[in-house]
């Protein structure tokens, strides 16, 4: 079976723009869940998707958003981006919500100048 | 917020030698899942271990989880190169149904050969 998927992989952008990042979970899969890692602040939890609906929110501004497929892929999307957006944003999948592993992605390194 | 802790930060040791690496978190948990990370890469999922288990193991992995002091601890037996990485624990809250993972800060191990 493939794994989690995410494109693109490396993406740099400017500050004030907008990006989209895009996850596939692995196949089967229909929870996937987002995740930001920075040096300072480590892994933070983005938000979860189950069956095209958001389950649970982390506490980031409303500039972050996302939305899942009936596919199951997901795609998440950040407007307005600063600075402090740069990092490493990690997809997981996982079969079912709650009990189950999740696998990872090999992430998306957003840098922002 | 950080919910898992792991100690030590850092790990520096030789291949052959064991490694054990110990987090400990603050709320109850349905789960605790450690993963490994080479160099800002993806997360690779090494084992996960559940609320009502005690130990586990997989290959040269060993996972002990003790509830009533809220703690784990990963030993790596034999050590090689290869298993130079960051890893880190995660816990899952019992209840919401979420997959939502709280991730510690990671104890960075390093194996000279």
């Known amino acids: ?113 | 917020s950080q919910q898992g802790e792991e100690d030590p930060q850092a790990l520096s040791i030789q291949e052959g030698e064991n490694a054990t690496m110990n987090c400990s978190y603050k709320t109850s948990i349905n789960n605790l899942q450690w993963y490994r990370q080479n160099s800002g890469r993806g997360l690779v999922h090494l084992i996960l271990i559940r609320s009502n288990e005690r130990e586990k193991h997989s290959g040269r992995l060993r996972v002990t989880l003790d509830t009533s002091k809220k703690s784990s601890s990963l030993l790596i037996t034999a050590s090689r190169a290869a298993d130079t990485a960051s890893y880190f624990c995660a816990t899952a809250s019992p209840g919401s149904g979420y997959s939502t993972l709280t991730f510690g800060k990671g104890t960075m191990l390093l194996v000279s050969p």
């Open chain 1, 1 to 113: 079976k493939a794994g989690v998927t995410q494109t693109p992989r490396y993406l740099i952008k400017t500050r004030g723009q907008q990006v989209t990042l895009s996850c596939s979970p692995i196949s089967g899969h229909r929870s996937v869940s987002w995740y930001q890692q920075t040096p300072g602040q480590g892994l933070q939890f983005l938000f979860e998707y189950f069956s095209e609906t958001q389950r649970n929110k982390g506490n980031f501004p409303g500039r972050f958003s996302g939305r899942q497929f009936s596919n199951s892929r997901s795609e998440m999307n950040v407007s307005t981006l600063e600075l402090g957006d740069s990092a490493l944003y990690l997809c997981a999948s996982s079969l079912v919500p709650g009990t189950d592993t999740q696998y990872f992605g090999p992430g998306t390194r957003l840098t922002v100048l």
